[in-house]
Structures are given as C-alpha cells and as structure tokens.
C-alpha cells in the first residue's frame, strides 16, 4: 500500500509540474532543495542588509572619535570601532553593498559581451571563431597580479578600474563555455529546420540557440559573482582594489597584516571575513541548486 501511494504521490507532482510555466516548473523544483533554499534566504539577509542598515543606522560610514579607538563591541557600536574611531558595524554593511555591487557588476558585463562573443564564435565558426578564440586566449593568458599592478599604477585604483580590469579578463571564460555549447547544438535537426523557413541568424541565434545555454550562463554567474568577491577582496587585502576611506569586505580585513590587529583586535577583521565566506558558500550552493533545477540532466 506504501508504494502504491507513494507512486500515486509522485504522479501527481509530476502532473503538477507540467502544469507549470518554464520558470515555474524550475522554482518548483529549486525549491525541493532545502540546501539551496536556505543559502538563497540567507544570502537575501544580506543582501537587504548591506542596502538598508546603512540606511537606518545613526553612525556614517567616515565619522571618527578620538576617544573610541579600537573599541570592543558594545551597545552603542555592535560590531566595535576602528583605528580612527569609525563605527565598523555600519561600515561592514557599507562595505558589503560595495562588494556585492563590484560583483553584481562586473558579473553582468562578463556575461552581456561573453554570451554574443561566443554565440557570435560558435555559429558562425570558421575565421570568425579563430579571430574570437584567439583573443580569449590571449586575455586568458594576461598574468593577472602583474596586470592589476601595471594597471592601478597607471590609472590608480578606484572601483571603475577595478571593474575594467576583472570585466577585461574576465569575460572570456563564458565566451568559451557558450561557444562550445553553440557548437554542438548548431548541428540539431531543429535548427536545419529554422534555416529552411528562412529565419535570420539572429533570431535562431538569441531565440533558438541561447535559451538553451541559459543554465551554463546561470551557473558562470553565480560561481562567476562568489569568484568576484574573493578577487576583489585579494586585491583590496594588496591595495590593489578600491582605496580607504570607501569600505569594502576586502580592504576591512587589511588591518589584520598587522599582528597586534591579528591577535588582539578580533572584531576588526572577523565580521568581513565571515561576510565573504557566507556570501561565497551562498552564491556557490545556490548555483549548484539553480544548475540542477534549470535542467536536471545536468544533476550529478
């Protein structure tokens, strides 16, 4: 009786599933992911956080007090004070928004001219994927701490340096991984059907072709915005990144290279750090989690 109602149960989700949108039936099955779910909610914690603390709080992000220096938490600062007196709980949250915003950014870009670079490669093949491919290799090859150097040496470091420079060797990464999907799928019966009625390249490309590559692009941009984040914070941790007095997770913890802060002034560089391993895990599992529920084929 236990099987029957058990294959009875699972019919009727399966019937319900089909029932569903496209996007529906991939939150449907999202959802069924409790991992998943949990690592989306707390990354939107977050999220909200970094956009509304440092909206509501008292304390500003550059105000300094002589008198509270490298104070422990308290009530009046939850998360202490720094070398200058600054409140670092409004400045964790601050710092957040601008890492997550780098991230979120750069994120878009890569994926924006990624994507057309390699459905532009993989459709068309021939000299025009060997002009493309060629060029992701050598952005591919650019050593990336010399560059960054050679870069914020030039122009100094500021967030739209930052941006150019991850967006700049970033983006041939999904430029590969689209293109070697376009590749494949260009060959299906469904698209010889489309070149017989006549339907332009771009239609079959962004219509016909891309929607089938969405998870892979999905999966690059989640593990693409946790792999920010580190970046952006190795090189603010370098002073490399995005310059005092403007927080963010990575030049927070740059305190902590000294061994006094290191051993004796946890709340100084604890909070960041803990802000970008969450930040990271979350955007990782749910990209696990939204690859699976996308196209369940690609489950492991």
């Not at 990624?114 to 000299?127: E, H, P, S, T």
């Not at 749910?286 to 690609?298: E, F, Q, S, T």
Request: net charge positive; proline share 5%; with cysteine.
């Amino acid at each position: 009786m236990s099987s029957a109602a058990n294959s009875i149960d699972k019919t009727k989700k399966i019937k319900k599933e089909s029932e569903l949108s496209y996007w529906g039936s991939v939150f449907f099955r999202f959802r069924k992911k409790k991992m998943a779910m949990f690592c989306f909610i707390l990354l939107t914690i977050i999220v909200l956080g970094c956009i509304f603390v440092p909206i509501i709080t008292p304390h500003t992000i550059t105000a300094t007090n002589v008198a509270n220096m490298n104070q422990p938490p308290t009530m009046t600062h939850l998360l202490g004070t720094d070398e200058l007196g600054r409140d670092l709980f409004v400045r964790f949250f601050h710092g957040g928004r601008i890492s997550l915003g780098i991230a979120l950014v750069v994120v878009v870009i890569e994926c924006i001219i990624g994507v057309i670079m390699g459905c532009i490669a993989g459709f068309y093949g021939k000299i025009i994927d060997s002009i493309i491919m060629r060029t992701c290799e050598v952005f591919m090859s650019f050593p990336f701490i010399m560059f960054c150097i050679t870069v914020v040496g030039i122009f100094g470091n500021s967030i739209p340096i930052l941006i150019f420079v991850l967006v700049l060797l970033g983006w041939a990464g999904i430029a590969r991984i689209v293109r070697g999907q376009i590749l494949s799928l260009r060959e299906l019966e469904y698209m010889e059907a489309c070149e017989a009625l006549g339907i332009s390249d771009i239609k079959r490309i962004f219509r016909h072709l891309l929607p089938n590559v969405l998870a892979y692009v999905i999966v690059f941009a989640t593990l693409g915005m946790a792999s920010v984040i580190l970046t952006e914070t190795a090189l603010s941790f370098l002073g490399l990144g995005v310059s005092p007095p403007t927080p963010t997770w990575g030049n927070m913890i740059q305190p902590a290279n000294q061994f006094i802060v290191l051993s004796t002034r946890w709340w100084i560089w604890i909070p960041p750090g803990i802000g970008i391993f969450l930040s990271v895990m979350c955007f990782n599992i749910v990209g696990d989690g939204l690859r699976d529920a996308i196209d369940p084929k690609m489950k492991r």
